[in-house]
Structures are given as structure tokens and as C-alpha cells.
């Protein structure tokens, strides 16, 4: 996994999103984030997703359904390769809400 420039603001985004997440929904959108390109998106499987967020792929698949319910990630049908999930946010948008929320709350200057 390249990690872009953006990677940060993305996962700085999921981190102040997924509050309300169960713990296997703020793991797989952790996951996304670290993956996703310069437009949110990313192709993981749900083996590598539910391994590297420490679930079970039943658990992964429902946590995907859980973030797609919550409006956080896209999911789309790639032919019969996959799926592609696209964070509901672009990399601009993530730094954007990231620094109004550290502002409103306080924590300016990359305090977390």
C-alpha cells in the first residue's frame, strides 16, 4: 500500500466520523481510508479488509453494509473483480471537516 498525501486527511475524516460506529464498522473504515486514492476510492476484498481490521470476513461484510447504511462509504460492483468502496467524502472535504471539528472542539494545530 502507497500511502498518499491525502491518506492523512482521510483518516483523520473516519476518525471523527465513525463515533457512532460499532467497533467493526470504525476498523473496516479505518482500513478504506488507508487504502483509498485521491477520490476516496479503493478496491480491497473482504479477506484482506476483514484481516487487516482484525474481523472476521462475515463481520467485514457487515460492517461494509453498516458504513454504506450510514451514508460514510460507496459501494460498487466491479464486473465479477470485486468491489470498489469510496469514502462519501473527497480528500479536500476530509481536511476541510477535519479542521472545523479540531476548531469548534478545540484541538487546533493537529492536537487529537
Aim: no cysteine; hydrophobic share 45%; glycine share 8%.
Amino acid at each position: 500500500m502507497s500511502v498518499g498525501a491525502f491518506t492523512i486527511h482521510f483518516v483523520r475524516w473516519a476518525s471523527r466520523v465513525a463515533r457512532t460506529a460499532s467497533a467493526a464498522e470504525k476498523s473496516v473504515l479505518f482500513v478504506l481510508a488507508q487504502y483509498a486514492d485521491e477520490h476516496g476510492a479503493s478496491s480491497p476484498g473482504i479477506a484482506q479488509i476483514a484481516e487487516e481490521a482484525n474481523v472476521s470476513p462475515r463481520s467485514a461484510k457487515r460492517a461494509t453494509a453498516g458504513l454504506v447504511d450510514r451514508g460514510l462509504i460507496l459501494k460498487e460492483r466491479i464486473g465479477n473483480r470485486g468491489n470498489r468502496y469510496r469514502l462519501a467524502v473527497s480528500a479536500e472535504q476530509a481536511q476541510a471537516q477535519v479542521a472545523l471539528v479540531d476548531r469548534l472542539t478545540g484541538q487546533e494545530g493537529g492536537a487529537r
